[in-house]
């Protein structure tokens, strides 16, 4: 397409800028023309990966700070000229897809059992296709430029064949193994579940105390026949397996592998020896489930049990079953786990066995009151699954593993060595920690939907992993085989997201031009679901880590600071601030809030103040339309001899600098405020208003160019408008989205900038002094500058209808100022002396302003007195302080401002 020399009605700007009719259009545009990946098959690389959200799921404002810094990001490398490739795709998610599904049967009065599991599993499939994509439109809406033609998913069938592949090839290494140990079991979902999907929540519950009498009539050396054990669960007691005492605990040291008569079940079991117990915590003495407990799981270890041997007290849905020692009582067997709590303790009070908690209250009249309850109230933190929500019961069985301390190495040293940077650097001991002491990653779950783990089994036990049924067969030769019924976690195949979405693994040009990953942007929250897993397998099977940098930001919050939760009724929904404000508005608030790593806090009002930057920009570009402004035809600034416009096309050079760096530094913060300042400040404020009126050629072939290197340098933070704009001012040889990032090929001239911002700072001086004053903007006064240097005189002597346009000053005389009242206001190396006689009432002026003074400097004490009040700032609701210190910062700036006003007046 060729340049046109002019503007043409059809190109004519609307009157109001209307984000909605521009947004799907050119999003549309975009995608249908193939421009998200334009070819460019010998430019240098730039590859990121998103973080494939749920295919059940819909954009939440996490999602759409998470992308829209990633869109900025691809954005800016693309018009930097790279074969810049954005992998999008979404994850299968197991657990919440076969959950939505599950609903879906259950509202029609059907449910997942009443089908086989092909059926189940094609029923998923249908589901998918006809609303797995509402997460994925709604990416489109946000302006997300991801190559959507090589869209993934992870149960996409190159996929799972690699995820097969890496499931066997770890088998065969040994890194991943089957074993019986205790997972978090999801009684609702009947799963078990990751540690970082169970989450903690303050519950009210009672912590019981109990006598355990010791067996044979061994008595301790204080003559006392038991030992007192205290538990937050009471029904376990029907697994116990042992009572852990501390070895230094003078009151335990005599029984001390004596036995224990558990007064239930009847069943023996020893006092062991073990550091868990604390003599400082309760009696000193722990009871022991190591089936049903994390860390008695520990200490039945170290007690010389194994797995095994370790006593099952649950069945999948909780209830109570028979431990296979047969000594649960019949009664209990089939009770669910909180009745069944409810039932040990009624027991073990009515055997005398339960020492109660004794509450002693004394009345206004002094008389004491002794009441005894069952159990001492407590808040205990307990585990809830994050999908099921129900109560977590740990439960033994046997799951496959990942080595995972093995594979974490490498990706240790990884972060060490600086082969994997991590922005902002304070992750990295967080990062250490968690890789440090990794545990074995439990990696299958007991679902239908998901990838199926490639293990048979033969009558016998045997276990054979490969590939396809066929090897395994082959491996097994004529024996009968069964496939294991359980799938990977998702995480599992999510970890291979930069790679397998790139070809592998085949030995794909995708995959060889694309891997390692530039870059990952990600929510701290998934730093060890998916970051250091992605981390862990890009490096042991592709030999190179997955990406060279690992940006983590923090949270948007709501406006007070609270975490965002459905529960709160504080959840913000980012397709409605697009419907109000459009995505450019939302987008260019999330960058210019976001601060490496910081959470942000949602703030409405901001929102649309980007909004209004954008309506900023686009009156201004149909402002210079209207002057005869019209698309560059130069990549590099034009020749330019007037200080006006040498010193915009300084500030151009200035702002491509600023915005080079903040994007290599990931500073998206700092790159929005680059561009925002320029815009509003610079070009549509400063620039616009000193050339009204004088659009001559030079002008508006300066203005047509710093208009084009505004819509670049704003695109990745606002396409949509940028978009438009750009095809408006004339013709083009391509879309904004492919256009070349700025080169100005100019340096900053010093001599216009000393003499334009001379000239904006003596104009917008003026105008402050005149509003701190209450003269009205328009009226029109007289200057004296009797020490103007040459120089000075110079600048003002040139501009002396701009002056005059824009500080309303008819004359500026260099000559002492006539006696009498002078406002002060200083222009260049000198101060400029402005008669007030006449023009306001010099004493009710500094009445008023004192008046003013001694208010804001009363209201400013006040506050620094709550502030300073220690009570005030602990106590106090968090939003009530906030707004203290920021009254407080207000009052004393005005009272900063009105005293500098009192003294211009002399």
């Given at each position: 397409?060729?340049?046109?020399?002019?503007?043409?009605?059809?190109?004519?700007?609307?009157?109001?800028?209307?984000?909605?009719?521009?947004?799907?259009?050119?999003?549309?545009?975009?995608?249908?023309?193939?421009?998200?990946?334009?070819?460019?098959?010998?430019?240098?690389?730039?590859?990121?990966?998103?973080?494939?959200?749920?295919?059940?799921?819909?954009?939440?404002?996490?999602?759409?700070?998470?992308?829209?810094?990633?869109?900025?990001?691809?954005?800016?490398?693309?018009?930097?000229?790279?074969?810049?490739?954005?992998?999008?795709?979404?994850?299968?998610?197991?657990?919440?897809?076969?959950?939505?599904?599950?609903?879906?049967?259950?509202?029609?009065?059907?449910?997942?059992?009443?089908?086989?599991?092909?059926?189940?599993?094609?029923?998923?499939?249908?589901?998918?296709?006809?609303?797995g994509g509402t997460i994925t439109r709604q990416l489109r809406r946000l302006g997300c430029s991801m190559d959507w033609s090589r869209e993934q998913f992870t149960m996409d069938p190159h996929f799972t064949g690699a995820v097969v592949k890496v499931f066997v090839e770890l088998h065969k290494q040994g890194l991943i193994y089957r074993d019986k140990r205790l997972v978090n079991w999801d009684p609702k979902l009947k799963t078990a579940i990751s540690d970082l999907?169970?989450?903690?929540?303050?519950?009210?519950?009672?912590?019981?105390?109990?006598?355990?009498?010791?067996?044979?009539?061994?008595?301790?050396?204080?003559?006392?026949?038991?030992?007192?054990?205290?538990?937050?669960?009471?029904?376990?007691?029907?697994?116990?397996?042992?009572?852990?005492?501390?070895?230094?605990?003078?009151?335990?040291?005599?029984?001390?592998?004596?036995?224990?008569?558990?007064?239930?079940?009847?069943?023996?079991?020893?006092?062991?020896?073990?550091?868990?117990?604390?003599?400082?915590?309760?009696?000193?003495?722990?009871?022991?489930?190591?089936?049903?407990?994390?860390?008695?799981?520990?200490?039945?270890?170290?007690?010389?049990?194994?797995?095994?041997?370790?006593?099952?007290?649950?069945?999948?849905?909780?209830?109570?079953?028979?431990?296979?020692?047969?000594?649960?009582?019949?009664?209990?067997?089939?009770?669910?786990?909180?009745?069944?709590?409810?039932?040990?303790?009624?027991?073990?009070?009515?055997?005398?066995?339960?020492?109660?908690?004794?509450?002693?209250?004394?009345?206004?009249?002094?008389?004491?009151?002794?009441?005894?309850?069952?159990?001492?109230?407590?808040?205990?933190?307990?585990?809830?699954?994050?999908?099921?929500?129900?109560?977590?019961?740990?439960?033994?069985?046997?799951?496959?593993?990942?080595?995972?301390?093995?594979?974490?190495?490498?990706?240790?040293?990884?972060?060490?060595?600086?082969?994997?940077?991590?922005?902002?650097?304070t992750w990295e001991k967080t990062y250490f920690n968690w890789m440090e002491n990794i545990q074995p990653w439990c990696v299958s779950r007991q679902l239908w939907w998901g990838h199926r783990i490639p293990a048979w089994y033969t009558e016998d036990g045997e276990v054979f992993v490969a590939e396809t049924e066929e090897e395994a067969q082959a491996l097994a030769g004529n024996k009968a085989l069964r496939r294991d019924e359980d799938v990977l976690d998702t995480?599992?195949?999510?970890?291979?997201?930069?790679?397998?979405?790139?070809?592998?693994?085949?030995?794909?040009?995708?995959?060889?031009?694309?891997?390692?990953?530039?870059?990952?942007?990600?929510?701290?929250?998934?730093?060890?679901?998916?970051?250091?897993?992605?981390?862990?397998?890009?490096?042991?099977?592709?030999?190179?880590?997955?990406?060279?940098?690992?940006?983590?930001?923090?949270?948007?919050?709501?406006?007070?600071?609270?975490?965002?939760?459905?529960?709160?009724?504080?959840?913000?929904?980012?397709?409605?601030?697009?419907?109000?404000?459009?995505?450019?508005?939302?987008?260019?608030?999330?960058?210019?809030?976001?601060?490496?790593?910081?959470?942000?806090?949602?703030?409405?009002?901001?929102?649309?103040?980007?909004?209004?930057?954008?309506?900023?920009?686009?009156?201004?570009?149909?402002?210079?339309?209207?002057?005869?402004?019209?698309?560059?035809?130069?990549?590099?600034?034009?020749?330019?001899?007037?200080?006006?416009?040498?010193?915009?096309?300084?500030?151009?050079?200035?702002?491509?600098?600023?915005?080079?760096?903040?994007?290599?530094?990931?500073?998206?913060?700092?790159?929005?405020?680059?561009?925002?300042?320029?815009?509003?400040?610079?070009?549509?404020?400063?620039?616009?208003?000193?050339?009204?009126?004088?659009?001559?050629?030079?002008?508006?072939?300066?203005?047509?160019?710093?208009?084009?290197?505004?819509?670049?340098?704003?695109?990745?933070?606002?396409?949509?408008?940028?978009?438009?704009?750009?095809?408006?001012?004339?013709?083009?040889?391509?879309?904004?989205?492919?256009?070349?990032?700025?080169?100005?090929?100019?340096?900053?001239?010093?001599?216009?900038?000393?003499?334009?911002?001379?000239?904006?700072?003596?104009?917008?001086?003026?105008?402050?002094?005149?509003?701190?004053?209450?003269?009205?903007?328009?009226?029109?006064?007289?200057?004296?500058?009797?020490?103007?240097?040459?120089?000075?005189?110079?600048?003002?002597?040139?501009?002396?209808?701009?002056?005059?346009?824009?500080?309303?000053?008819?004359?500026?005389?260099?000559?002492?100022?006539?006696?009498?009242?002078?406002?002060?206001?200083?222009?260049?190396?000198?101060?400029?002396?402005?008669?007030?006689?006449?023009?306001?009432?010099?004493?009710?002026?500094?009445?008023?302003?004192?008046?003013?003074?001694?208010?804001?400097?009363?209201?400013?004490?006040?506050?620094?007195?709550?502030?300073?009040?220690?009570?005030?700032?602990?106590?106090?609701?968090?939003?009530?302080?906030?707004?203290?210190?920021?009254?407080?910062?207000?009052?004393?700036?005005?009272?900063?401002?009105?005293?500098?006003?009192?003294?211009?007046?002399?």
């Amino acid at each position: 397409m060729t340049q046109t020399p002019e503007n043409t009605p059809e190109n004519a700007l609307d009157k109001t800028f209307d984000p909605a009719a521009i947004e799907a259009k050119w999003y549309a545009h975009w995608e249908e023309t193939g421009l998200f990946r334009p070819e460019r098959p010998d430019a240098q690389p730039f590859t990121i990966v998103n973080p494939p959200p749920n295919v059940t799921g819909s954009l939440h404002i996490g999602h759409a700070l998470d992308n829209t810094l990633q869109d900025i990001v691809i954005r800016h490398e693309r018009l930097k000229g790279k074969d810049a490739l954005w992998v999008v795709g979404t994850d299968h998610a197991g657990i919440a897809t076969q959950m939505v599904v599950e609903r879906q049967m259950e509202a029609r009065q059907d449910k997942r059992t009443n089908h086989s599991r092909e059926d189940f599993v094609a029923k998923v499939w249908e589901w998918k296709a006809e609303s797995g994509g509402t997460i994925t439109r709604q990416l489109r809406r946000l302006g997300c430029s991801m190559d959507w033609s090589r869209e993934q998913f992870t149960m996409d069938p190159h996929f799972t064949g690699a995820v097969v592949k890496v499931f066997v090839e770890l088998h065969k290494q040994g890194l991943i193994y089957r074993d019986k140990r205790l997972v978090n079991w999801d009684p609702k979902l009947k799963t078990a579940i990751s540690d970082l999907e169970v989450e903690t929540r303050e519950v009210k519950g009672g912590f019981w105390h109990f006598k355990y009498p010791l067996a044979d009539g061994v008595t301790r050396d204080d003559g006392l026949d038991y030992i007192e054990v205290a538990t937050t669960r009471p029904e376990t007691m029907l697994a116990d397996m042992a009572v852990a005492v501390n070895a230094e605990d003078a009151r335990y040291t005599s029984v001390i592998g004596k036995e224990i008569l558990q007064p239930i079940t009847g069943r023996r079991f020893k006092i062991v020896a073990d550091e868990h117990a604390d003599p400082e915590l309760g009696s000193g003495a722990v009871k022991i489930t190591p089936g049903h407990d994390f860390n008695d799981f520990e200490v039945g270890k170290r007690a010389g049990f194994k797995p095994a041997e370790m006593l099952n007290m649950f069945d999948a849905d909780a209830n109570v079953v028979q431990t296979a020692d047969g000594l649960v009582p019949e009664k209990y067997l089939g009770m669910e786990r909180f009745a069944a709590r409810e039932a040990v303790v009624a027991e073990m009070k009515a055997l005398g066995l339960l020492i109660p908690h004794v509450v002693t209250t004394t009345n206004k009249e002094g008389e004491t009151e002794t009441v005894e309850h069952d159990a001492e109230p407590r808040t205990i933190q307990t585990p809830f699954g994050d999908r099921g929500g129900v109560v977590i019961e740990p439960w033994l069985t046997d799951q496959w593993y990942v080595d995972a301390a093995t594979l974490a190495q490498p990706a240790i040293a990884a972060v060490r060595d600086g082969a994997i940077e991590v922005v902002p650097k304070t992750w990295e001991k967080t990062y250490f920690n968690w890789m440090e002491n990794i545990q074995p990653w439990c990696v299958s779950r007991q679902l239908w939907w998901g990838h199926r783990i490639p293990a048979w089994y033969t009558e016998d036990g045997e276990v054979f992993v490969a590939e396809t049924e066929e090897e395994a067969q082959a491996l097994a030769g004529n024996k009968a085989l069964r496939r294991d019924e359980d799938v990977l976690d998702t995480w599992f195949s999510s970890a291979l997201w930069p790679f397998a979405t790139l070809g592998w693994p085949e030995k794909t040009d995708l995959l060889a031009k694309h891997y390692p990953n530039d870059l990952l942007i990600s929510g701290f929250d998934i730093l060890f679901f998916w970051c250091a897993r992605m981390a862990m397998q890009g490096i042991h099977f592709m030999d190179e880590v997955p990406w060279k940098k690992l940006y983590l930001h923090g949270l948007v919050r709501a406006s007070d600071g609270a975490k965002m939760s459905k529960s709160k009724g504080n959840v913000v929904d980012p397709l409605g601030l697009i419907d109000q404000y459009g995505a450019d508005a939302l987008r260019f608030f999330m960058a210019a809030m976001e601060s490496q790593g910081r959470d942000i806090k949602m703030d409405d009002k901001r929102v649309e103040g980007y909004r209004n930057f954008a309506t900023k920009l686009w009156n201004a570009a149909r402002f210079c339309q209207s002057n005869g402004v019209v698309a560059s035809t130069s990549f590099a600034a034009p020749a330019a001899t007037s200080a006006v416009n040498r010193w915009i096309i300084g500030e151009v050079v200035e702002t491509v600098a600023e915005l080079d760096k903040a994007m290599a530094d990931l500073r998206f913060d700092a790159a929005a405020n680059a561009i925002y300042h320029f815009v509003w400040d610079n070009f549509c404020d400063w620039y616009i208003e000193l050339v009204k009126g004088n659009f001559d050629a030079e002008t508006q072939a300066v203005a047509g160019w710093v208009l084009d290197q505004i819509l670049v340098m704003l695109h990745p933070f606002m396409p949509f408008v940028t978009e438009e704009l750009w095809s408006k001012m004339g013709a083009r040889e391509a879309e904004l989205i492919v256009a070349k990032w700025p080169e100005p090929q100019a340096a900053v001239d010093a001599a216009a900038k000393a003499e334009v911002e001379g000239l904006i700072a003596l104009i917008g001086n003026l105008r402050a002094a005149k509003a701190e004053l209450g003269i009205t903007p328009g009226a029109r006064l007289t200057a004296y500058a009797a020490e103007a240097s040459e120089a000075t005189r110079a600048i003002i002597g040139g501009n002396a209808t701009v002056i005059d346009r824009l500080a309303r000053l008819d004359a500026i005389h260099f000559e002492a100022a006539p006696a009498g009242p002078v406002l002060q206001v200083g222009a260049g190396d000198t101060m400029l002396a402005i008669p007030l006689e006449g023009v306001i009432d010099i004493a009710a002026e500094k009445t008023r302003l004192e008046k003013a003074l001694a208010a804001s400097q009363k209201e400013a004490k006040s506050l620094e007195g709550r502030l300073s009040n220690p009570k005030f700032v602990e106590k106090a609701k968090p939003e009530a302080v906030e707004k203290a210190r920021a009254d407080h910062a207000h009052h004393t700036a005005e009272a900063t401002r009105l005293a500098a006003a009192l003294e211009r007046l002399g």
